[in-house]
């Protein structure tokens, strides 16, 4: 019973040998505080990561848009399309090969 009470005054901080204790007390509160700092700059990495993964996907969903309106300009209908009202299209005539001599 008289170590619970001196247990719960104290005396262990002001006895004789309370420098050792001191010490002891002061260098778990460093390192907790080096834990507690380390968990949130861990937290603060992962909603990192997960904010640059929902923008990587909307990237990704915006190329394939963008490259699917591409082709589809590039066909050649489309093209045919376009340029018919300026009186454009396809030649009648093949063209001419040209041959070189050497």
């Given at each position: 019973?008289?170590?619970l009470m001196?247990?719960l005054?104290?005396d262990?901080?002001?006895?004789?040998?309370?420098?050792?204790?001191?010490?002891?007390?002061?260098?778990?509160s460093?390192l907790?505080?080096?834990?507690?700092?380390?968990?949130?700059?861990?937290?603060r990495?992962?909603?990192?990561?997960a904010r640059?993964?929902?923008?990587?996907?909307?990237?990704k969903?915006?190329?394939?848009?963008?490259?699917?309106?591409?082709?589809n300009?590039?066909m050649?209908?489309?093209?045919?399309?376009?340029?018919?009202?300026?009186?454009?299209g396809?030649?009648?005539?093949?063209?001419?090969?040209?041959k070189?001599?050497?």
């Open positions: 019973m008289r170590k001196s247990l005054r104290m262990f901080l002001v006895n004789d040998v309370a420098y050792k204790n001191w010490r002891m007390i002061l260098f778990l460093i907790s505080l080096i834990m507690i700092a380390s968990g949130h700059l861990a937290e990495k992962i909603f990192q990561i640059l993964n929902e923008d990587l996907k909307k990237l969903s915006e190329f394939v848009e963008q490259r699917t309106d591409l082709m300009l590039k050649e209908t489309k093209i045919m399309k376009e340029l018919s009202p300026l009186g454009i396809p030649a009648d005539t093949p063209p001419i090969k040209l070189v001599k050497e």
